[in-house]
């Protein structure tokens, strides 16, 4: 595996179920981010991670619950979700220093709320 | 003022025309301006990125022009292909916020062949 990969690719669940998003980088990164894709709206930086540190909350809902164990993966769990939180999530990753650093996104998890 | 703004919504080109996508931000401590192309299923991918130390960069057929004084900045593509029909955003970041993009809404690119 290269690069960063996400799994599942899809997901529906129901409004009272709780699921988990894995997301997995082999590049050597130490900063990794989560970001919400939804239709005709910019990408939403929902979390960051700096050597497994949560370093930002973008005001995100406590229904969406992160975790980075360890450099190379990050999760999102998920409970009590509203329709509205239907669309793509996004993992990137980074190496953090001073300055900008290309991020590398992974293909996204696609996820349905019913 | 972390807005970045992105035009247009979407664009239709002819095969071996020029792509043009303009955005415009507010925050003056933004100095690292990239763009990502998307194609679907797959997650967005750095194209060309540009400092505002340069007033343009260019890559192959993609070039990024780059007004400061105006805050803008816009993405060309040259001789545009059918392959190069995809999603395009710009983003910004800087200051005290590197590794935290701003995204411009994104354009949908389709180019006929």
């Known amino acids: 595996e290269t690069g960063v990969t996400q799994t599942p690719r899809h997901l529906v669940m129901g409004m009272t179920n709780k699921k988990s998003l894995k997301c997995e980088q082999h590049?050597?990164?130490?900063?990794m981010y989560w970001y919400k894709q939804s239709a005709k709206k910019p990408l939403e930086l929902m979390f960051v991670y700096n050597f497994k540190e949560q370093t930002e909350n973008n005001s995100v809902p406590s229904r969406f619950s992160p975790e980075c164990p360890n450099s190379s993966h990050l999760f999102l769990h998920l409970h009590t979700l509203q329709p509205e939180d239907s669309a793509l999530y996004l993992c990137?990753?980074?190496?953090?220093?001073?300055?900008?650093?290309?991020?590398?996104f992974g293909p996204g998890t696609r996820l349905t709320v019913t | 003022q972390q807005q970045v703004k992105q035009s247009p919504q979407s664009l239709i080109v002819q095969k071996g025309g020029i792509s043009i996508i303009n955005c415009a931000y507010e925050n003056t401590a933004f100095d690292y301006f990239p763009w990502y192309q998307q194609f679907p299923g797959k997650g967005p991918a750095l194209l060309i990125a540009i400092r505002p130390d340069v007033s343009e960069k260019k890559e192959g057929r993609f070039t990024i022009s780059f007004n400061k004084s105006a805050k803008q900045f816009s993405l060309h593509i040259m001789d545009s292909q059918p392959g190069d029909s995809a999603t395009y955003f710009c983003a910004a970041e800087g200051g005290t916020s590197y590794g935290k993009l701003t995204f411009g809404q994104g354009t949908i690119l389709t180019v006929h062949p």
């Open positions: 590049l050597g990164h130490n900063a």
């Open positions: 990137a990753s980074s190496q953090p220093g001073t300055g900008p650093y290309e991020q590398y």
